[in-house]
């Protein structure tokens, strides 16, 4: 679902840019918005998210899309918690369709889906170890390392039970926004990989802006 | 409690084979080259599954990687079930019921309490209303394991569809009595295993159904392997464990 947000730029309190293949991990308070900004398009935002009190609570594909009754994230879904809760509320969103059953690329899984040559090439679960281990205040370690969300990826799945990766639908400009529902520590990967559409085999920097509740 | 099934069909050579009540937990080390054939009993059972590496715990079953490497979202014969080094932890190799579910999850106390009322165990003794986020949770903590480890499970028996707009809806009446799920594993694997009912089983009562499990020797995977030869990614997950095994000193690989 397409929806705009009414938030400028201009006021939000932080701006951070990610280049590709490098990682973002700072906390959100609640009540903050975040908005990613997919600055030249058709860049994948591989993104976790925990409760910044207790991370042992963290973002669960499996109950965010079995609670909403669909695969397809947009405005209006809740990102769910292994606990149940909230963690985000998706606000706005001018993609209108974002993947949470494609994980994440690693070296390992890109030897299996590309070739055995391919093991050394850059991967978003290597910018989450580093993430980690560039950030022990939050003591996270690979065990946290879990099933993501894909912002700007398309990933349908048919009624028979296939699943494809598709060209991304996102564009220069196209963001999703969401708002913090408890302090959450959001970890980003802005996606490395070359070996397949999702991001047009042209990595791209993403922006991160985060506005004060009005 | 009573189960009042026919005595399922036995596996040729079991090693042996064990009844797993409904609303209940279960693990054990399957080493590679073996066959574990789970068998819904009465027909509507769950068995959400968990798969770790037991000399690596921090290996484990990865659902994102499982299904985008076979680009498939229900899991069936001739599909493997990945950890996320890129290794196959085990292959479908059998499926009476032609879906196993990868999305649904397990349900949390709340959920059960919310669909069929609150879990008193002083009540009900064993029939209590177990929920399977718990009886993972208590499972794998046999191993040091706790919640930051439950990945994503497998629901066997359990069928989940998506339309074309996304929205998800759980097949009623998927298995029947006497239906079985055959895993051959393709490395030492510890199995997770919790029998309490799907999250999205709409059933008014709650659904407190056993299955057998049965291990026993595998057959030799033949050069003509339906599961290692699926697909091109497959072939290369075998790949994979062949220079895992060889680590080990197993034998148990393609043509072997």
Redesign the interface.
Known sequence: MITESLLQAEQAVRRDIVPAGDYYMKVVKAGQTLRILDLEGNQAADTLFYNANDP?E?Y????T??EQ????LTAGTKLLS???NTLMEITADTCG?HDT????C?T??????Y??EKKCMHAC?DSWLLAVAENPQFGLS???I???INFFMN?P?????????EDGISGAGKYVEMKAAMDVIVLLSNCPQLNNPCNAYNPTPVEMLVWNEV | MQHNSSSPSRIENAIYEEHIPGASHWSLVVPAGHLLTVTDLEGGANASMLFYNPTNL?ERY????T???Q????LTQGHCL?S????IFCSIVSDDTG?VDS????A?K??VQDKWGTRDYQHDHNNWLQNGYDSLLVEVAKYGL????????INIFSKV????????TFVESHSKAGDSVGLRFEMDTLVIISTCPH??NPSNEYPNLPVQLSLSKAAPVEIDDQCANLCG?NT??F??NRRYQCQHGHTHTVGA
Not at chain 1, 69 to 72: A, I, L, M, P, R
Not at chain 1, 101 to 104: E, F, H, I, Q, R
Not at chain 1, 108 to 113: C, K, L, Q, W
Not at chain 2, 62 to 65: E, G, T
Request: aromatic letters at 6%.
């Open positions: 042992s963290r669960s594909a499996m109950d899309i079995r009754g669909s695969v397809y292994n606990d149940g369709r059953l494609g994980g994440a690693a390992e899984s890109n030897t299996v889906r070739s055995l679960r690979k065990r946290d879990t099933h993501n990933v799945v048919t009624k028979e039970g296939g699943l494809t990766f | 921090l990865n659902a994102p990687d299904l985008k490497g680009h498939t979202f229900k990945y996320d080094m890129g290794r879906w999305v649904g999850g397990v949390n709340q959920k706790g919640k930051r480890d439950l990945a994503a499970n569809v998506s339309d074309d707009q996304g929205d998800l999250p999205m990614e290369r997950g790949e994979n």
